[in-house]
């Protein structure tokens, strides 16, 4: 199993314009969450998916776009690039639980950079 | 928004000595979280602490869980380098599992 993957690593972009990134899990999971990391901030939770075809936003979704169109991938789209942007973005995913407690398996990051 | 704090946010100590993290919030949790993150990775998950006053031993590692389920603490003992990297608290709300991560302690174990 790969487990959760990113795509891609890395990218350099110029204000304004426009990007997808693509994640993609082979564990079968329900839940799948788009994170951003800075520096002195944790990671703050933009948006997430409880299932195929369901998306939400979480604390900080301005400026993004999402769609779950498979189980396995979330995408996450940014339609006009700004510096804020810049960040390490990290996909996860987990299994669903009734007691919601369940581990969150991450992805390896995309590193950002709007100029 | 709900915050959780650590810490120290950095700290820098000699392999075999003691070493306590705080995570402190005013909200209260159903369940935390703790992960370690190693540079050009994603967070891995250590420990999940669910009842108020909760102690759980990893090894070196005790993780300890607030009785009002608000805070949580990690003591690692005689630390050794491969403890290196960043600590994450991360506090579960909701039905979605939702984390509210903290703002991270940065360990650095030297010889």
């Known amino acids: 199993n790969a487990g959760v993957t990113q795509t891609p690593k890395f990218r350099v972009l110029k204000t304004g314009q426009s990007m997808t990134l693509l994640c993609a899990q082979d564990?079968?999971?329900?839940?799948m969450y788009w994170y951003r990391q800075d520096p002195g901030m944790g990671l703050r939770l933009i948006h997430y998916?409880?299932?195929?075809?369901?998306?939400a936003k979480g604390e900080v979704p301005d400026g993004y776009n999402v769609s779950r169109l498979k189980k396995q991938n979330f995408l996450l789209g940014l339609e006009s690039a700004a510096p804020s942007q810049t960040s390490v973005y990290f996909c996860?995913?987990?299994?669903?639980?009734?007691?919601?407690?369940?581990?969150?398996?991450f992805g390896p990051g995309t590193r950002l950079t709007v100029t | 928004t709900q915050l959780l704090e650590q810490s120290p946010q950095f700290l820098s100590i000699q392999e075999g000595e003691n070493l306590t993290v705080y995570c402190n919030s005013s909200?209260?949790?159903?369940?935390l979280q703790w992960y370690r993150q190693e540079p050009g990775e994603g967070p891995v998950l250590l420990v999940t602490?669910?009842?108020?006053?909760e102690v759980k031993k990893l090894k070196r590692l005790t993780f300890q869980f607030g009785d009002a389920r608000k805070d949580s603490s990690l003591h690692i003992t005689a630390a050794q380098t491969g403890d290196t990297g960043l600590y994450l608290c991360?506090?579960?709300?909701?039905?979605?599992?939702?984390?509210?991560f903290g703002t991270g302690t940065r360990l650095q174990v030297t010889l």
């Open positions: 996860a995913s987990s299994k669903t639980s009734g007691r919601a407690n369940y581990e969150q398996y």
């Open positions: 564990m079968n999971h329900e839940y």
């Open positions: 998916s409880v299932g195929e075809g369901t998306t």
């Open positions: 909200s209260v949790f159903s369940s």
């Open positions: 602490v669910v009842t108020g006053g």
């Open positions: 991360a506090g579960v709300t909701g039905t979605a599992s939702k984390l509210t």
